[in-house]
């Protein structure tokens, strides 16, 4: 439909969503096509909205289908995007899913110093969701190494900021 309204840049949003989403159902092929070909057709509008979070969701969901290589290349889009924009929203993201890609390919050191750059980001903006995120991964990465001591500290103490709901009277940050 956005297509017919003459919304080419939504269009091209829109392809690249499906893609992701193709992706969560189980549909790998259809899901990599289609989120370079959204990210492609995007490209051709020169608009620069949206561009890191799309480039973040879509090395996301590579790493998941296996393509390490095209999920670092989409990191590299969005963090230099992310510079030239000088917009860090959701920069804690591109390092989370750098540690994934980096310890599925054995460095683990590096995984952990990207999981701890996500982290100390995500505090930098007070993101806590995006720190629960990174520690989670970090958590799961000194649990295969057999400090999920270290790792559950963490990950307690990240929890424990998280008070709505929780009938404490410190709202959440």
């Given at each position: 439909r956005s297509r017919e309204e003459d919304l080419f840049l939504w269009h091209a949003v829109a392809v690249t969503y499906r893609g992701v989403i193709a992706e969560a159902t189980g549909d790998g092929?259809?899901?990599?096509?289609?989120?370079?070909?959204?990210?492609d057709l995007f490209a051709n509008t020169r608009s620069r909205l949206t561009l890191v979070m799309m480039n973040i969701l879509c090395a996301e969901a590579l790493y998941r289908l296996g393509d390490n290589d095209e999920?670092?290349?989409?990191l590299e889009v969005a963090e230099a995007e992310m510079h030239a924009r000088q917009e860090g929203l959701?920069?804690?993201?591109?390092?989370?899913?750098?540690?994934?890609?980096?310890d599925r390919q054995g460095a683990r050191a590096a995984a952990e110093t990207a999981y701890r750059q996500a982290i100390e980001r995500a505090q930098a903006q007070r993101a806590l969701s995006l720190e629960l995120r990174a520690a989670l991964d970090l958590y799961e990465l000194r649990a295969d190494d057999r400090r999920a001591e270290q790792g559950r500290d963490l990950l307690a103490g990240v929890l424990a900021r998280f008070t709505q709901g929780s009938g404490r009277s410190k709202p959440c940050v």
């Open positions: 092929e259809r899901a990599r096509k289609q989120m370079l070909e959204g990210l999920a670092f290349r989409r959701l920069g804690p993201d591109i390092w989370r899913v750098r540690g994934r890609l980096l």
